[in-house]
């Protein structure tokens, strides 16, 4: 069985502050996926990232940036300078071997004010 | 077009109606799944296509859920005697471009949603 645990239900930050968004993940599988979603108020889930089991090298996209670490399972994501079009719900979500269904956290909600 | 559809956009029926809800997936995507998104929750697997055939649906949640997807591409997820409890997003997304080879793990690109609300 795999599991996503998303701690935080919901964050308040002031503009220009940087934010982090944990993820943890368990499964028994060697090879696996994990990802993290944007859902706006409108719904749509946005494709933020992906990465495989074998990579743990950080990633950095603009304002963003994910640090994978295998040793404690986690996968957290981290906004610089927030602005209030950052405001979301995140989902970290994860796929195991060839079962490419998604396996969703619950979510954190993200508020950025002025 | 450029990305998922997915309509009706908003479905409201009474308890006990049929609903069908439609998703025309990515051009090209091999791979469509339904997920169900119960208020202030994370999206939960309902069922996955490959082409025409229905490779998984062990998440649907009961008999009265039935997927197709007769031609490979566009796909309809029906509901029979709706409960209150159906009541939810559901969303649609699609992935593996057959163009970029077999890679079951692409990112999933999802529609809008339909919300259903069962009164």
């Known amino acids: 069985a795999q599991k996503v645990t998303q701690a935080q239900t919901e964050i308040s930050v002031v503009e220009k502050e940087d934010v982090t968004l944990d993820c943890v993940y368990e499964?028994?599988?060697?090879?696996?996926?994990l990802f993290w979603y944007k859902q706006p108020p409108s719904g749509e889930l946005v494709f933020l990232i992906r990465?495989?089991?074998?990579?743990?090298q950080n990633e950095i996209s603009g304002r963003y940036s994910w640090n994978f670490q295998k040793s404690t399972s986690s996968f957290n994501f981290t906004i610089t300078a927030s602005q209030v079009v950052d405001s979301a719900v995140y989902f970290c979500?994860?796929?195991?071997?060839?079962?490419?269904?998604?396996?969703f956290g619950t979510g954190t909600r993200l508020q950025v004010t002025l | 077009g450029a990305g998922v559809s997915q309509s009706p956009r908003y479905k409201v029926a009474k308890r006990g109606q049929d609903v069908a809800l439609r998703c025309d997936p990515i051009?090209?995507?091999?791979?469509l799944f339904w997920y169900q998104q119960a208020l202030g929750q994370g999206p939960e697997f309902l069922t996955y296509?490959?082409?025409?055939?229905?490779?998984?649906k062990s998440g649907l949640p009961s008999d009265r859920f039935f997927a197709e997807r007769p031609e490979g591409s566009v796909s309809t997820l029906k509901i029979q005697r709706t409960q209150q409890e159906d009541s939810a997003v559901y969303l649609c997304?699609?992935?593996?471009?057959?163009?970029?080879?077999?890679?079951?793990?692409?990112?999933?690109?999802f529609g809008d949603g339909t919300r259903l609300s069962i009164l």
């Open positions: 997304a699609s992935s593996w471009d057959r163009a970029h080879g077999i890679d079951s793990n692409q990112p999933q690109h």
């Open positions: 499964t028994r599988d060697t090879t696996y996926y």
């Open positions: 990465r495989n089991s074998f990579d743990e």
């Open positions: 979500a994860l796929t195991t071997g060839t079962a490419s269904k998604l396996t």
């Open positions: 051009s090209g995507h091999v791979s």
């Open positions: 296509f490959q082409n025409e055939a229905q490779l998984d």
